[in-house]
């Protein structure tokens, strides 16, 4: 019998290159990753839902399940007005309808843009069509899209419930929720003390933006995305210096700097201590 060794009989070009066979270390995979697997292999533009507060970005979709039809956030860019539409309105057949789960905008007044600032646990919500104006909340609870800039009163912080839903918390610190008015009419208001069941909504975003959170996440647990740090010295002495140059620090608890720094306004808090430090009566 021949001691020589058997040749693979595959035919193989000169030059080819063989695939190597991917070995599956765990067979076991969690639900968690598994699903995360597939919608890193759902084209960029698929709705899905959001983990957490940081993957809220991008256009995005609101539903409110609602009985007996859910209803979804839209913009009226010819009366510049919020309306609460329900998605079944245009439905003529007596299909089953698909879950709430399952819905996808079917038009582009049905989709908001999210931006936040860099660093910020809070987001803004902007028409997709029309002039781009930004939702907003009086103290009163009145809300409306009609605003051409951002401010405090434009600031949204989403709350990511343990099921997937989300809850919208304004700065007066109430909730965001769907309220029947006159005539049985629905309107979006913010005066809500907890959350309820109105004040619960499905939130879609684009798996791209999804993809995108993560990544930053990842790199600042690498430490390849900076903190910005509290050097108040410097900014003083950078931008407020006093006569030849002087820099005064002020004396007082840096906490609020910290916290400052997290909710994305440190120039602001550093600005404010500056001008306590002011002994001139006409500054």
Not at 54 to 81: A, K, L, Q, V
Not at 252 to 261: C, G, I, S, V, Y
């Amino acid at each position: 019998m021949s001691s020589e060794k058997t040749r693979p009989t595959k035919l193989k070009f000169k030059g080819e290159k063989s695939k190597k066979k991917r070995k599956h270390e765990d067979n076991d995979e969690g639900p968690s990753r598994r699903r995360r697997k597939d919608e890193d292999d759902d084209a960029p533009e698929t709705w899905v839902f959001p983990e957490g507060p940081n993957e809220i970005r991008g256009p995005t979709f609101i539903i409110h399940p609602s009985d007996p039809s859910p209803i979804t956030i839209t913009y009226d860019s010819t009366r510049g007005r919020i309306v609460l539409h329900s998605v079944d309105k245009d439905k003529t057949d007596d299909s089953e309808s698909p879950s709430v789960k399952d819905r996808t905008p079917a038009e582009v007044s049905q989709v908001w843009v999210v931006t936040r600032v860099a660093g910020s646990p809070t987001i803004n919500l902007r028409t997709g069509v029309g002039e781009g104006k930004f939702i907003s909340c009086d103290k009163h609870g009145i809300v409306s899209a009609d605003r051409e800039a951002r401010g405090p009163q434009e600031e949204w912080t989403p709350v990511v419930f343990p099921d997937g839903m989300v809850a919208f918390q304004n700065v007066y610190e109430k909730y965001l929720g769907v309220d029947e008015v006159a005539g049985g009419q629905l309107s979006l208001r913010g005066d809500s003390e907890e959350v309820g069941f109105r004040e619960r909504f499905w939130v879609k975003v684009q798996s791209k933006y999804k993809k995108e959170a993560h990544d930053e996440e990842k790199k600042r647990k690498e430490g390849l995305i900076d903190v910005p740090s509290v050097d108040e010295a410097g900014s003083n002495k950078m931008y407020q210096a006093w006569g030849a140059g002087r820099s005064v620090v002020s004396s007082a608890d840096k906490t609020e700097l910290k916290k400052a720094r997290k909710d994305g306004r440190l120039a602001e808090a550093l600005l404010d201590r500056r001008a306590k430090l002011k002994s001139d009566r006409f500054c």
